[in-house]
């Protein structure tokens, strides 16, 4: 889904990602290409930041382990054992990171702006719900796997499952939690997919009325909610598992 791009007949908003070519049989869309550039300029810079690490850290490198170090004490907090953290803290960095070039990338130059075959070649990928709805069942298979495998599978599955005859309520209760695990996948991607497409056609209507000035202040204003949707989807991935781990009620008395 593209976000809104200013054009002198008005304002056009594509509501599916548009197809530029094609790779042996398989459609190449313009956000798969910008992901693709995203995820190798992801890795360069991880190659020679990794290469640049010394025993006695600069300035930069101070900083950057104290804003790591912050955050894993979080996630420690959070998760209450190191171990678990140990397990968790790359994958939620790693969405957090992910995302967050994700939606920042749309502010460069170039982007939505840059043709190839009469299509723009690169834009924001979350403009398009399939990038955040990805992300959203990576986020989601991995709560239930873990739920599961840390607390074993009958556990896990009397917070959902509970006899109806015993516990009239616990059951109903049981079976809104259930929708509830599943409503995160729209949870997820929508709250994602949503604040970014709409600050996309939001500066795209500023652009066609406003050109001067107006896109300008605007974009910073969406630099920050990016930011902050990169943030909320990390967060709300390790409370998920948070609760995932968490023994059923009643668990102490069985």
Not at 4 to 10: D, E, L, M, N, P
Not at 68 to 92: H, Q
Not at 138 to 161: D, H, M, R, W
Request: proline share 4%; glycine share 10%; with cysteine.
């Amino acid at each position: 889904m593209e976000g809104g791009t200013a054009h002198q007949s008005g304002i056009h908003v594509a509501l599916a990602a548009e197809r530029i070519g094609s790779f042996f049989g398989i459609p190449l869309t313009n956000t798969l290409v910008t992901t693709w550039l995203i995820v190798g300029v992801i890795v360069i810079l991880t190659l020679v930041l990794s290469n640049r690490i010394s025993l006695i850290p600069g300035r930069f490198q101070t900083l950057l382990e104290m804003l790591f170090e912050f955050v894993y004490n979080y996630v420690v907090e959070t998760l209450g054992s190191r171990e678990m953290a140990n397990k968790f803290f790359p994958l939620l960095t790693t969405i957090f990171i992910f995302v967050l070039c994700l939606n920042w990338f749309e502010f460069l130059p170039g982007v939505e702006s840059i043709l190839y075959h009469g299509e723009p070649l690169f834009r924001g990928v979350n403009t398009d719900l399939t990038t955040p709805l990805v992300l959203a069942f990576v986020s989601f298979f991995v709560i239930e796997i873990t739920g599961i495998a840390t607390i074993g599978v009958y556990k896990y599955g009397s917070k959902f499952l509970v006899n109806p005859f015993k516990s009239p309520i616990g059951a109903m209760i049981g079976v809104i939690e259930l929708i509830g695990e599943f409503v995160r996948l729209v949870s997820l991607s929508f709250r994602l997919f949503g604040n970014i497409l709409a600050g996309s056609v939001i500066i795209a209507v500023a652009t066609y009325f406003a050109p001067y000035g107006g896109p300008g202040i605007l974009s910073l204003f969406e630099v920050f909610i990016g930011f902050l949707q990169a943030a909320v989807f990390a967060l709300l991935t390790l409370f998920f598992i948070k609760l995932a781990i968490e023994e059923p009620h009643g668990a102490e008395v069985h």
